[in-house]
């Protein structure tokens, strides 16, 4: 089967920075777009960023400019280096990478379980 792990989420004040990383393992036969999502209470989940399986990254408008994006196509990881955090960026923050599995050899997405960021003073 196939597991997507996120780690580094925490407290962090605001104008500091977090780096969170996602690892994919299992059955994977290959890994296309993989991104990361987050909710925070009340809200909907939105997507943050996104980087394809040849590097190229999307930014929501509200990270642009303070998040980076970036994945190791070797060891199936994505992650998220987030800069100039603000108390709007609170959340939880969710990896998703659309893997295609040796057993059914069909891409679906999957999910980690979540990481908490917490951006406060």
């Known amino acids: 089967q196939v597991q997507v792990v996120e780690s580094g989420g925490g407290l962090v004040q605001p104008g500091g920075s977090l780096r969170l990383s996602c690892a994919a393992s299992?059955?994977?036969?290959?890994?296309?777009?993989m991104g990361w999502y987050r909710q925070a209470p009340g809200k909907q989940r939105e997507l943050v960023a996104s980087?394809?399986?040849?590097?190229?990254?999307n930014y929501a408008d509200s990270v642009q400019g303070r998040y980076t994006i970036a994945r190791d196509n070797a060891k199936n990881t994505v992650t998220l280096q987030m800069n100039s955090l603000e108390p709007d960026d609170t959340a939880l923050y969710y990896c998703?990478?659309?893997?295609?599995?040796?057993?059914?050899?069909?891409?679906?997405?999957?999910w980690g379980q979540g990481t908490q960021v917490t951006v406060s003073s």
């Open positions: 998703n990478a659309y893997i295609r599995d040796i057993r059914t050899l069909s891409f679906r997405a999957y």
């Open positions: 299992g059955t994977i036969a290959s890994i296309g777009t």
């Open positions: 980087i394809s399986s040849i590097g190229t990254a």
